[in-house]
Every structure is written in C-alpha cells, then in structure tokens.
C-alpha cells in the first residue's frame, strides 16, 4: 500500500472543567486528529485510518505542542512517507527517522497508517499489539485544585462513579497536605498516586520523603526529564516507587532508566515515545525486567482514548491507567462515548482502533480540515 494522502483535522474540544497541573492550567484542547488515506492494497484503493495527535496546545509538557506537530507532519512528513513508497505500519518510524524529535507527531502519523492498514487486514489494534484483556481498570488524574475541600468533592465523586485509582497532580506547596486529606477522608485501601511533572529538585528529597507515610503506589515524575541521575539518587531515599513518565522517551531510554534504579514503575504513552509499536517495544523491556507499566493519558478525545485502552490490555499492564471515561474529560466527545462500567472500559474490539469519529460531531467541532496530497508539494 502507498500512501494517497493525509488529512489533518483540528477540533476545539472545552473540558469539562479546568485541568490544573504543575505546569499549567488547561480548559479545553486544540486536537490534531490525523485521517491518513491509503491506496494500492489487496482491501482496494479508499482504505483509511484514523489517530489522535498526543501534542497539548502548548510546549509546558514536553517540547512538542500541536501547531509544531501539524507543521512538522506537513511540510517533513508526507513528502517522506511519499517517497518511501511502499508503506506497512512498521516502514513509518524508519522513513521519517531522519527527523529528530517529534515523537508525538510521528505517533500519530504512524498510528493512522497502522489503523488504515489493520482495517484492510480486518484486525483489531488489541489483537495486533497481543491484548489479553476485553475490558481495562480504570484509574482518574486529578488537577491541583484551589482547596482542599473542593479536591475531596472531586475525589469523592470519582470514586462513587467507579474509579479503582486516584492519581493527585501535585506541586511543591500542594503535595504532603492534599494527600493526608485523602488518606484521612477516604482511608487507607484507596489505591493512590501522585504525579509532579518534574516541578522538584533533588533538593526537595526531604519534602518528597514525607510522602512515604501515605502507602502510595507511586511518585510520577518529580524531577527534570532529563535528571535521570537525580531520580535514581532519589529513588535510593524514597520508599515509595518511582515512577517516570516525561523522561521514558524510548525504549532504551526505559530499560537504562530501569537498569540505573531511577525509577521501578513506567508511564507509557505511545504518542511521547513515538507510536504504539515502540510502546509495546517498552511493554516488553518492563515485563523483561520485572518492572509494572502503566498506559498514560493525554487527555485523549475518544480516537486516542480507544487505541490507548488496546495498548492498556497488554499483559504487563498491571496498575490501572489514565484511561478514564470520556465524560471525565468531554461534555461530547468525538466518538460514541466510552462509559465507565465497574470501574473498567471495554477494548474496542473492531477492525484497527475499533471507533470512527461521529461525522456530526467532527463537523461541529472542528476549526479546520487541510488534505495534503504527496504529489503536490
Ligand atoms: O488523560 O486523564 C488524562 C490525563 C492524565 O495526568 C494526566 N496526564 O503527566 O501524566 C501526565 C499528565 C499530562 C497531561 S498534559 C496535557
Ligand atoms: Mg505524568
């Protein structure tokens, strides 16, 4: 198969409400979704496939943000995929390897291929990357909020709905009293974590350290994406697990983060580490080396939402996700709904991500459609 084209299509998504982190605030999501046309295969000409672009509005995740990634997949990435010709989900990361970076972008590029490919084949993603699962455990990411009456609400209500898992971002400031608050309300058998996105230094070990009394799972990510060194010299201090997220870039990067003790759990998100084909590829580092993994969350409309929850079906996969309901985070989302049923999410089990975008839905929200056609540069 060739590729005929990629459309990118970027839908205003509001949030249901403010999504408070260390390092912003967010209130709705510009999406890159990412429709890639394919022609030329045994399925006949017309197949295609669908991705959801990871990159946030802005670069205070990670480096990447979505103006960057349209822009990159645009004027670097079609004309390479073009020029590789004959197109398998596995020839995408090598034809666009020469681009450094980008991991988001080159995800979704790949992801789109992959689904268009697997829908030609009739297989689902689940079965392809070697799911075990028909439904995942569900865990919910709460934002730092303005009290501590208010992060109880917010807790309280996720879990009445189901939640097996609360995930609480944290910040240096709100961090040791949030958490008691949620110890004492709630006890001691709800299964907690928190999630810094690099907002301490090593010189917060102490601050960090009085964590230890809460039983958590895990600390997600306390210092710099690049301070693997200083995690692992935290990691020595800390009794409860490091967990690493923005620095498991890679592969490789998650087995030398495993091999030098900076972290004992691993966040994967297949748009930061460059596809589904490289998550699975740290799915089995982390099984090889004894280490649990987690599937991440992007705040993901319902397109990124159901080829995360196949990845999350993996067997490795033994603490629940990010992979909440669409309704934690969209009021409407792009796709039939994912509804929470016993604190799980069914694995769409139709041929490649399972799920189409709903064409009214897609009308309605997007801002903007652009067909970029390989043969005319
Ligand atoms: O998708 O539920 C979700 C969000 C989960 O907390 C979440 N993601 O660092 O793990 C993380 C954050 C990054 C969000 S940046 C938009
Ligand atoms: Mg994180």
């Known amino acids: 198969m060739k590729l005929a084209g990629l459309e990118l299509v970027r839908v205003a998504m509001p949030l249901v409400a403010p999504f408070r982190t260390s390092f912003g605030t967010e209130t709705s999501r510009d999406v890159l979704l990412v429709r890639a046309a394919l022609t030329g295969g045994a399925a006949g000409d017309g197949v295609e496939g669908w991705a959801e672009c990871a990159a946030p509005d802005e670069p205070f995740y990670s480096s990447e943000y979505v103006g960057g990634a349209a822009d990159v997949v645009a004027r670097w990435f079609v004309p390479m995929l073009?020029?590789?010709?004959?197109?398998?989900?596995?020839?995408?990361?090598?034809?666009?390897?020469?681009?450094?970076?980008?991991?988001m972008a080159k995800a979704a590029v790949e992801t789109a291929v992959l689904d268009a490919w697997l829908r030609a084949h009739g297989v689902p993603l689940a079965r392809f990357l070697g799911a075990v699962r028909e439904r995942v455990d569900c865990g919910v990411s709460v934002g730092i909020m303005d009290s501590i009456p208010q992060l109880l609400d917010a807790v309280a209500g996720y879990l009445d709905e189901g939640y097996v898992r609360i995930k609480l971002k944290i910040e240096p400031g709100w961090d040791v009293e949030p958490v008691r608050?949620?110890?004492?309300?709630?006890?001691?058998?709800?299964?907690?974590?928190?999630?810094?996105?690099?907002?301490?230094?090593?010189?917060?070990?102490?601050?960090?350290?009085?964590?230890?009394?809460?039983?958590?799972?895990?600390?997600?990510?306390?210092?710099?994406?690049?301070?693997?060194?200083?995690?692992?010299?935290?990691?020595?201090?800390?009794?409860?697990?490091?967990?690493?997220?923005?620095?498991?870039?890679?592969?490789?990067?998650?087995?030398?983060?495993?091999?030098?003790?900076?972290?004992?759990?691993?966040?994967?998100?297949?748009?930061?580490?460059?596809?589904?084909?490289?998550?699975?590829?740290?799915?089995?580092?982390?099984?090889?080396?004894?280490?649990?993994?987690?599937?991440?969350?992007?705040?993901?409309?319902?397109?990124?939402?159901?080829?995360?929850?196949?990845?999350?079906?993996?067997?490795?996969?033994?603490?629940?996700?990010?992979?909440?309901?669409?309704?934690?985070?969209?009021?409407?989302?792009?796709?039939?709904?994912?509804?929470?049923?016993?604190?799980?999410?069914?694995?769409?089990?139709g041929p490649g991500i399972g799920v189409d975008p709903l064409p009214d839905a897609l009308a309605r929200f997007a801002t903007s459609r652009t067909w970029l056609d390989p043969t005319s540069p």
């Open 82 to 103: 073009a020029a590789a010709g004959e197109l398998s989900p596995d020839a995408v990361a090598p034809a666009l390897a020469r681009v450094k970076g980008h991991r």
């Open 181 to 349: 608050a949620v110890r004492e309300r709630f006890g001691d058998d709800v299964p907690l974590q928190v999630d810094a996105n690099t907002a301490y230094t090593l010189g917060d070990a102490p601050r960090l350290e009085r964590l230890d009394a809460f039983g958590l799972l895990l600390v997600e990510q306390p210092l710099d994406e690049e301070d693997v060194a200083g995690h692992a010299e935290l990691a020595r201090r800390l009794r409860t697990p490091v967990c690493l997220d923005e620095s498991v870039v890679s592969a490789r990067a998650a087995a030398d983060a495993i091999r030098t003790g900076a972290c004992s759990v691993v966040n994967v998100k297949p748009g930061r580490v460059g596809g589904y084909l490289e998550a699975r590829r740290i799915h089995d580092v982390c099984v090889a080396m004894g280490v649990p993994v987690w599937c991440g969350g992007m705040l993901e409309t319902g397109i990124g939402r159901a080829a995360n929850l196949a990845l999350a079906a993996l067997p490795g996969f033994t603490l629940p996700g990010d992979t909440s309901a669409s309704r934690r985070y969209y009021a409407e989302d792009v796709t039939p709904e994912f509804v929470l049923d016993g604190g799980t999410l069914p694995v769409p089990d």
